[in-house]
């Protein structure tokens, strides 16, 4: 269950990385009406970038941590918790349309049933 959670995680870490690059990061740095930090739009993208990048990489220790900490059952009820809660948030805010929340629902399903069982 833990490695199917994993495998699920880098999937949608690649998936998040790569489309979100492709299809909104560079969309979004060809318009002209970005704030300005630090004298130039250059900080602003910058760091839209690490913060999408971020997200990606959190999802990949998350991964790492089931690998290897899979029989700490603080550590599964934690991951556990926050993908249900990242589930209800994407679900919510997407009403639906974004799929994360179905992943996300699945990643906290297997670590709660990996906690309970084992």
């Not at 999802?59 to 790492?64: C, D, I, K, P, R």
Request: hydrophobic content about 55%; proline content about 2%; aromatic content about 12%.
């Amino acid at each position: 269950m833990l490695i199917i959670a994993s495998l699920l995680l880098v999937l949608c870490g690649l998936v998040h990385s790569i489309l979100g690059e492709r299809y909104i990061l560079s969309r979004l740095f060809k318009r002209d009406n970005l704030p300005h930090l630090f004298g130039s739009d250059q900080f602003t993208k910058g760091t839209l970038r690490f913060a999408w990048h971020l997200t990606t990489l959190a999802w990949l220790g998350f991964a790492a941590l089931l690998i290897v900490q899979p029989d700490s059952t603080a550590v599964l009820l934690t991951v556990s918790l926050v993908f249900a809660l990242s589930g209800i948030l994407s679900g919510v805010y997407t009403k639906g349309k974004h799929l994360s929340w179905l992943v996300f629902f699945i990643i906290s399903a297997l670590t709660l049933c990996s906690a309970v069982v084992g």
